[in-house]
């Protein structure tokens, strides 16, 4: 006889993880990088907020939008153009001198 399988709460705090695991992962990213930041230097902090931006934005790009989670709030060309433009500005920013 097979087991019965177990049904899975989709209330819990683990399904919640599963459909939120872009999130999941950024949020430690983002702890490192303030840490980093605080540590070393705001223009190192600025380059690694921009490659982490850079990251989601491919990541919004191929994925599809049941994997991403929250990171979809709009069509998948917006939301990768936004966050591409933000990874630019903020790398610019943080290698320009003087500012």
Do not use: K, Y
Not at 28 to 42: D, E, H, M
Not at 77 to 98: E, F, K, Q
Request: aromatic content about 2%.
């Amino acid at each position: 006889m097979a087991p019965v399988p177990v049904e899975r709460s989709p209330f819990s705090l683990g399904a919640a993880c599963r459909r939120q695991v872009v999130l999941v992962l950024t949020l430690p990213a983002v702890a490192g990088i303030i840490i980093t930041g605080t540590v070393v230097g705001a223009p190192l902090a600025g380059l690694l907020f921009a490659v982490l931006l850079g990251l989601l934005a491919l990541v919004r790009a191929v994925l599809p939008v049941r994997a991403v989670g929250a990171l979809a709030v709009r069509s998948r060309g917006v939301d990768a153009g936004v966050l591409a433009l933000l990874a630019i500005g903020l790398g610019v920013l943080s290698v320009s001198p003087n500012l």
